[in-house]
């Protein structure tokens, strides 16, 4: 139940423009720039293991729209961010929704290898990332909340190999979360806390995705698998907390085109669905993107710019 914006997350690793979960890098001195929307919803929530209806709260459902980028320091090295701005509301019950800007996250995506042999080739990532709270959201009104307010360090190892057109992709990442500062003084997991301070579980997730790659489009399949490395359950009947146990399973398709009538332009679409959780919402999403490539490379001289001098 407390996990939507968590599927908001994953939804923006779907977008496969260049992120910082894909086998793709950015050549030197280009930078791809664009915007992602996505919608999701759930009804059907996990109490724990138990799956129940969320009668009290109707349909749950969160808009994201995000600003992502990625700029080729070389063709081995690439600099990410993403920016999401996030919009939560019930359709039943008395919790008010909230909105706003989420969480700024900075990668480092290093490919160390990249072995080609007649018509494929392997490669090798290695990827590391942090995130941090932009604004004063609460993260004390799950599933509400627009976030979970951890800072957090992500470091990720990843393999592609493609296949002529044909591709596959696998990712193993460890987060390391902060502990997050409540607006209380009192709080209760599995004992009572004189704090307004929480310590925060270490999470992990794995991703692999396949399908058809080409400089034109990218058509794949995505699973990820995303287990938070403590936690307890939510209690019966009630509210979510912050440091729940969040488990999840995920399949998701994606899309994406680069228009031949606008170099450098392309378009995204995405959906998804949650197979499997714990303390998540069973929440299905759909969204869509438009990125652009901006060359900043050094222009060459003509030989008539040179005879202009």
């Known amino acids: 139940m407390a996990g939507l914006f968590l599927y908001l997350l994953l939804a923006v690793q779907s977008v496969s423009a260049q992120t910082d979960i894909d086998g793709i890098m950015m050549a030197k001195n280009n930078f791809c720039s664009g915007l992602m929307y996505s919608h999701s919803s759930w009804s059907n929530y996990w109490e724990g293991t138990l799956k129940r209806n969320n009668a009290n709260l109707g349909t749950v459902s969160s808009s994201m729209l995000a600003w992502m980028g990625n700029y080729g320091v070389s063709d081995k090295l690439n600099v990410l961010f993403g920016l999401p701005y996030i919009s939560n509301k019930a359709s039943a019950g008395t919790l008010h929704g909230m909105k706003g800007l989420q969480d700024l996250s900075l990668w480092v995506k290093w490919m160390p290898l990249e072995k080609e042999w007649g018509s494929q080739t392997f490669s090798l990532y290695a990827i590391g990332g942090v995130s941090l709270p932009v604004s004063d959201y609460t993260p004390d009104l799950l599933p509400m909340s627009i976030g979970l307010r951890s800072k957090t360090i992500s470091l990720r190892a990843m393999a592609d190999y493609q296949l ?146």
Do not use: C
């Open 164 to 309: 002529g057109s044909w591709f596959a992709t696998a990712s193993a990442t460890y987060v390391i979360r902060d502990k997050v500062t409540l607006d209380r003084e009192l709080y209760y997991t599995t004992q009572l806390h004189s704090s307004n301070e929480v310590a925060m579980p270490d999470a992990s997730s794995i991703n692999v995705r396949a399908g058809y790659r080409t400089g034109r489009m990218i058509a794949e399949a995505i699973w990820s698998n995303w287990r938070t490395l403590g936690g307890f359950d939510m209690t019966r009947n009630n509210m979510p907390f912050v440091s729940n146990r969040m488990n999840a399973s995920m399949l998701g398709l994606n899309i994406k085109y680069n228009l031949k009538a606008v170099s450098g332009l392309s378009l995204i679409a995405n959906g998804g669905v949650t197979l499997s959780g714990r303390n998540m919402g069973q929440a299905s999403s759909i969204g869509g993107g438009v990125f652009y490539i901006i060359d900043f490379s050094p222009k060459k001289k003509t030989k008539a710019d040179q005879a202009k001098k």
